[in-house]
């Protein structure tokens, strides 16, 4: 592990590594997951024949595939079989979703567990999945992320709420279209992004100055290992940069697992970098499971022969 002293967030990257240490009898393990468009049977064939091709109308209908969705992900009993399988083998406590289509859609997948979920009335709404006997808390969505709801809102949840060992989590799934090129660029995907970063830092400050533990989690749609080698450089606007600076001190930004190698969830995907993650106040980060990190991939044969989700799961153990 490899530690950059800046002020502000901890980014814990998660990687390929796989757990090599029994898990803690006191820990829980937090993860996130992209599920793809995970609608239920039902829902899915009743919108993919009104399907649209049109981004400013679906936005407006909300309830509207794109018509790629509508051609090539919808899934047979057996894609939802397997996805079962993995999510029993993930066998998180607190998993972030994101691109579900709320608590039926999830409930397929996690049968075991109650949900928070965002309350827009599009078919990606972002949750929190919490294993049954972990006491909880939703609160309401944090709406300001949404920018009007042209994108998704961000779900908190407050775990072991009143106690000692209470943690607060907000999930996200950010703009995407602006994987590595400046934030303060031309493209319009990057502005909108970019637009995004003062509602997370005000989030993040309002933790820090109530003494909560904190984390974030979910699917960024940003490089942050690549942005920590422009920030280095000096040169335009970071995500990192943006959420790093604070005038709360005592707080480092902590990179673990940050030079693993990259792999796809399955072959033949072509992405080639991490932008699901799991950040963590310090206070958390330091109850961490020593070589906890986790990513789960598919099997070759499950790559080639099921629908799953262009994103596989990553998680962390800690201590609350």
Same mark, same amino acid.
């Given at each position: ?7 502000? +967030? ?19 393990? &937090?993860?996130?997951?992209? /599920?793809?468009?995970? /609608?239920?049977? !039902? ?68 049968? !075991? ?9 599009? /078919?990606?709404?972002? *949750?929190?999945?919490?294993?049954? *006997? ?52 031309? /493209? ?37 290992? *690549? ?56 206070? &958390? ?22 629908? +799953? ?12």
């Amino acid at each position: 592990m490899y530690r950059l002293r800046i002020p502000a +967030l901890l980014l814990l990257v998660l990687s390929t590594m796989n757990s090599s240490t029994a898990a803690d009898a006191n820990s829980i393990k &937090l993860a996130t997951w992209n /599920l793809e468009w995970l /609608l239920t049977p !039902q829902t899915f064939s009743a919108l993919k024949g009104t399907c649209s091709s049109d981004d400013s109308e679906r936005r407006a209908a909300r309830r509207r595939l794109p018509c790629n969705v509508a051609r090539t992900l919808e899934r047979s009993s057996s894609d939802y079989a397997a996805l079962r399988h993995y999510a029993g083998l993930l066998d998180a406590d607190v998993i972030a979703l994101e691109e579900v289509d709320g608590p039926d859609a999830a409930r397929q997948l996690f049968s !075991q567990y109650r949900f928070c979920f965002t309350g827009s009335n599009a /078919l990606q709404n972002n *949750g929190f999945a919490i294993r049954r *006997g972990i006491p909880f808390h939703c609160e309401a969505d944090l709406q300001e992320l949404s920018l009007g709801d042209s994108v998704r809102r961000g779900a908190v949840v407050v775990l072991y709420p009143g106690s000692s060992h209470e943690v607060h989590l907000l999930g996200v799934h950010l703009k995407s279209g602006c994987p590595r090129q400046p934030l303060d660029g031309a /493209l319009q995907a990057c502005r909108l992004l970019a637009r995004q970063l003062p509602v997370l830092k005000a989030w993040i400050e309002s933790q820090v100055r109530a003494g909560h533990r904190f984390g974030l989690m979910g699917d960024f749609n940003r490089d942050l290992l *690549g942005e920590q080698r422009t920030m280095a450089a000096g040169s335009h606007l970071t995500m990192i940069g943006a959420l790093s600076h604070s005038e709360s001190p005592g707080y480092f930004l902590a990179s673990a697992a940050g030079r693993e190698d990259f792999r796809n969830c399955v072959r033949g995907q072509r992405h080639n970098g991490f932008i699901d993650y799991i950040l963590l106040s310090e206070a &958390l980060f330091n109850r961490r499971v020593p070589n906890s990190v986790d990513r789960l991939v598919w099997s070759p044969e499950d790559g080639a022969r099921r629908i +799953l989700s262009d994103h596989c799961p990553v998680a962390v153990r800690i201590v609350p």
